[in-house]
């Protein structure tokens, strides 16, 4: 299915733009370093609308992204840097560039060589010598970065041959975590150990094409879901957490879980 472009639209939104930004006494305030840190917060409220599926959130908040890139591209027009069309047609020409299994002769047997072929195209067309994680943004989350360098650096052949190699290498960190643990208390060696944990198993959620970010956020969500009722059960019966011992909290938790079933 095409999108239709409606011309109409995207020129109203534009002189919008810049009505706003010459007479609104909140938008002529605003720059590059005022707008970044809301920038991130429309960002989170976007994924929140999309792991609820609320497609009329999606809608809103993709509105609210959309119009802090026409604010970016008004303040780079203002210091004659470059535009919104110029946004767009770069990004056209990307596009096409790194996707010449489309565009090109290139040929390709599945996703796995796509993002390959990415990324060694964005290797190719760095103006600059610059190292292969260098792409990785440094106020990425962790985990989300600790993934993109994971898929960086496999797309050059720094990587496990298969599932089972990483699936070991989880095994050998925990081991030398739990080691750690037994022999002393020692706040930086327990987290060194423990980061080394965390990112092997980022490694084995890269092989079985799970986004670890993602299964995080589930359990984060199931947690929520849980403790809640524990609270919500408590409440019926008008006690507090200090009224109850943990076995009694446990089973308000399993009722959780059988209903989630």
Known sequence: MQTRFDKDAFERIIQIMDELREQCPWDKKQNWDTLRTLTIEEVYELSDAIQQRNFDEIKKELGDVFLHILFYSRLASEEKQFDINDVVKTLADKLIRRHPHI???????????????????????????????SGVPLSLPSIIKAYRMQEKAAAVGFDWDNTEDVVEKVKEELEEFLDEVKENKDVKKLEDEFGDVIFSLINVARFLKINPD?????????????????????KEQNKQFSDVNLEEMGKYWDEAKEMEE
């Open 103 to 133: 565009y090109g002769e290139v040929k390709v047997n599945n996703e796995e060589e796509v993002k390959q072929n990415w990324e060694k195209l964005k290797q190719n067309e760095r103006k600059e010598e610059k190292g292969v994680l």
């Open 214 to 234: 993602n299964a995080l956020e589930k359990a984060n969500q199931k947690f929520l879901r849980r403790f809640n009722h524990i609270e919500k059960r408590l």
